[in-house]
């Protein structure tokens, strides 16, 4: 069952979503993002650019084939919530249910490290961090990074994520550090 925390979250996660506030997510939202990030950046490259456009642009792709449940490419309030309802479902239901959304999450989350990288090495730095956290609309990026930096080495490693993600969507512990994943919560 889908606890109140967890739907604060979704509700936070789908405002931060929609870029435009017309109620929807939808193309627009992520190729919006998909700009800020590459002007936050400074990406000049045509080459990486078109890379770091498509990493967002997969994850419309991937939300909008797992929460868009009438197809018309647009992701509602109550879709979103359907959505979120479902993860948790599936993994109160354990078995194959549970290992694919445990799958999907890390897949999510490997990938989301993969946008977050501009530098060599194995970890995501603040300002990384601070430009993907901004192309959301955030401005506060230090702390949330250091709750999400759970061994303190001032980077946050791809297993970093894949615990936030997991965290953020499936946790209602409300000390979880992947809460702050996007950023603190709103109180």
Not at 40 to 60: H, K, S
Not at 121 to 148: C, H, I, K, N, S
Not at 177 to 185: F, Q, T
Request: charged fraction near 30%.
């Amino acid at each position: 069952m889908t606890g109140e925390l967890q739907r604060e979250k979704a509700a936070y996660y789908f405002s931060l979503i929609d870029e435009d506030d017309n109620k929807y997510i939808e193309a627009y939202d992520f190729e919006s993002r998909a700009e800020r990030l590459v002007e936050a950046r400074g990406v000049t490259d045509p080459d990486a650019e078109a890379a770091l456009r498509d990493q967002v642009m997969n994850w419309w792709h991937h939300l909008c084939n797992v929460a868009d449940l009438d197809g018309d490419e647009q992701v509602t309030r109550h879709e979103w919530q359907r959505y979120w309802q479902g993860l948790q479902a599936a993994v109160e239901k354990g078995g194959d249910a549970n290992e694919a959304v445990l799958e999907g999450l890390e897949h999510a989350a490997r990938a989301t490290f993969r946008s977050m990288k501009v530098n060599d090495g194995d970890q995501v730095t603040l300002e990384e961090y601070a430009d993907w956290l901004a192309a959301w609309g955030v401005d506060d990026a230090e702390t949330p990074f250091e709750r999400l930096d759970r061994d303190d080495t001032g980077g946050l490693t791809e297993d970093n994520l894949v615990q936030a993600v997991r965290e953020f969507y499936l946790s209602n512990d409300p000390d979880a550090p992947g809460n702050a994943l996007y950023g603190e919560l709103p109180e």
